[in-house]
């Protein structure tokens, strides 16, 4: 098994360093970790270090000796999904299930047939919610390079990013549209990859044409239609697969 992850703000040079505060907490008192282990330190941005723990001490504090920063280059095609805003707690399991996949960026999408909306507050705090769902399953899974989740996008925004990817991809559930299998749409050897998942009521007639101008094509999963929430996830495990991410 590999070591367990624990986020600090900048990874230590070593050689030796105290983890306190609530993940400190976490490692001595829920973890319950002991002298002799292996920890893992990372910023959740590429640089991590592993080290052994020499000492718990109290409640909070975890001496961590033995340590050299490292650094996990980013991937040579980096997959960003947009994610259409679920109703209820749906989009935290998206994000966490994405994250968990090896996503590499998630980014919030007010669609037309969303039923949820993100406004004022609201939207400040479904927005944290999310990040701190990446952060909390970047490290459940061992990633030591957290997916970014982006500021929630509008159609127009979408559409901008979608045209500026090596390769722009929208989910379509329309059996009777025209659209190519995921399983072996043609893949860019580097850079970027963008994929549009859209609500549970699907993506509208005028936003595929929006899309379509930027770039995009339509994409199917196989013969099932899965929910807003488990699609992302499902099409990030086949495009990980297809680079040799997974391999």
């Keep these: 098994m590999t070591a367990p992850v624990f986020v600090v703000e900048e990874v230590p040079a070593g050689p030796e360093f105290v983890l306190d505060g609530p993940e400190g907490r976490h490692a001595v008192s829920v973890k319950r970790l002991n002298p002799g ?3 893992v330190l990372t910023d959740g941005r590429g640089h991590w270090s592993q080290g052994v723990v020499k000492a718990a001490e109290g409640k909070d504090r975890l001496v961590v000796t033995d340590l050299r920063v490292e650094e996990e280059p980013e991937p040579a095609v980096r997959i960003t999904v947009v994610q259409a805003l679920p109703k209820g707690d749906r989009g935290e399991l998206a994000v966490e299930t994405m ?3 090896g996503v590499d960026a998630i980014v919030p999408w007010q669609a037309s047939r969303c039923i949820t909306q993100w406004r004022g507050d609201r939207g ?4 944290a919610k999310w990040r701190a769902t990446a952060r909390e399953a970047g490290k459940q899974s061992r990633r030591v390079r957290f997916p970014e989740v982006a500021e929630a996008m509008s159609t127009k925004q979408v559409a901008a990013l979608l045209a500026g990817a090596d390769l722009a991809m929208v989910l379509h559930e329309d059996r009777d549209a025209p659209s190519g299998a995921l399983a072996t749409a043609e893949l860019p050897a580097g850079g970027s990859i963008v994929l549009v998942v859209g609500p549970e009521g699907g993506v509208s007639p005028e936003e595929l ?3 379509a101008q930027a770039g995009a094509h339509p994409y199917r999963l196989g013969s099932s239609v899965l ?3 488990t699609a992302g996830t499902a099409a990030t495990a086949v495009l990980l697969a297809r680079t040799g991410r997974w391999s």
């Design 37 to 39: 282990e292996d920890v």
């Design 99 to 101: 994250t968990e996949t």
């Design 124 to 127: 400040a705090k479904s927005l």
């Design 209 to 211: 044409a929006v899309f």
């Design 227 to 229: 929910r807003t929430s």
